[in-house]
């Protein structure tokens, strides 16, 4: 009997089921809804950019800039968290 030598990533796999059990299979509707998601959270990105280099242009000081600056961050990252949570909500009903 000859045993085949496994991969890198067969070997890396087999390690991550060991630790937090098996992968976990989404649905096709639940790869759509994701996939939607995904959609809906990169154009209020691609808006709210949009929307601060529109401000950051008017800006009239460095303070201001920079303010405006912080605040997209902020805005950045709050979405990205909403989109993050909506994302794993879903995972976890897989």
Do not use: C, N
């Not at 009239?60 to 994302?87: C, G, I, T």
């Amino acid at each position: 009997m000859t045993r085949k030598m496994k991969s890198a990533y067969e070997l890396a796999m087999e390690r991550l089921e060991k630790t937090s059990g098996p992968a976990k299979k989404l649905s096709d509707e639940q790869r759509a809804e994701i996939a939607h998601i995904e959609k809906v959270y990169e154009a209020r990105l691609a808006e709210t950019r949009l929307d601060f280099d529109q401000r950051m242009g008017s800006a009239a000081s460095v303070a201001d800039l920079e303010e405006l600056q912080q605040q997209l961050s902020q805005r950045v990252s709050a979405l990205e968290l909403e989109r993050d949570q909506k994302k794993e909500a879903i995972w976890e009903k897989a």
